[in-house]
Each structure stands twice: as C-alpha cells, then as structure tokens.
C-alpha cells in the first residue's frame, strides 16, 4: 500500500507565502517523478510544476518566477513554496508521484487528497 499524504495548505492575503509538503509513504521500492497539481472551481487540473530524482524541475508558466518545488529523496517527500500568492492561486493543490511498490514490479501513478489554498483579503 501506497500513500502520497499532504500538509500545508490554508488561507493567505494576496502577496503571501505557503508552502506545501507531500509526503509518500508505504511499501515503496523507488520515486520517481514528483509533481504539484491544482484545480481551480470549474476547470481541468493542471500541472503547477514537476520535479526528477535528479532535480531537474518543470514548471508552468502561470508559476514560473513565484513558485518553487523541491525534494528530499531520503524523505520521500517533495515541496512546493509558493511566493506572491494571487487570488488566481486559489485552487485545490494534488500531490502526485511515480511510485514502484515493493515487490509489485510496476511504475504506478498515485495521487494525494488534495490541500486548499486559498488566496484573498
């Protein structure tokens, strides 16, 4: 069994600061890919920004310059801290990773509950 479990999400004044965390945990052989999603009310989910074992990252260009992700390998945990946060900002944000389970033999996509951010004054 597989878990992508995130924390730090909440409610902020437009210009702030959050950052987030996810971490996976369970019978995992390795991570892969790990990535920061969001979806605002009404539309598809996007992908925020991504990041390999190596530490190349990928990012939208809605982010691009704001947002920054990051990850602990040891940890099996990425972050995303997110700067000059707009009410556009606001949107449940998925963790999502790549994950090989113990003894299973395949690379499988796996998704976190979802954190709300809220940006507004």
């Known amino acids: 069994h597989v878990s992508l479990v995130e924390s730090g999400g909440g409610l902020v004044q437009p210009g702030g600061s959050l950052k987030l965390s996810c971490l996976a945990s369970?019978?995992?052989?390795?991570?892969?890919?790990m990535a920061w999603y969001r979806q605002r009310v009404g539309n598809q989910r996007d992908r925020v920004a991504a990041?390999?074992?190596?530490?190349?990252?990928d990012y939208a260009d809605f982010v691009k310059g704001r947002f920054t992700v990051s990850r602990d390998n040891a940890k099996r945990t990425i972050y995303l801290q997110m700067n000059n946060l707009q009410p556009e900002d606001t949107a449940v944000y998925y963790c999502?990773?790549?994950?090989?389970?113990?003894?299973?033999?395949?690379?499988?996509?796996?998704w976190g509950r979802g954190l709300q951010v809220t940006v507004s004054s």
């Open positions: 369970g019978t995992i052989a390795d991570v892969y890919v």
């Open positions: 999502h990773a790549n994950i090989a389970q113990e003894e299973v033999g395949t690379i499988d996509d796996y």
């Open positions: 990041i390999t074992t190596d530490g190349d990252t």
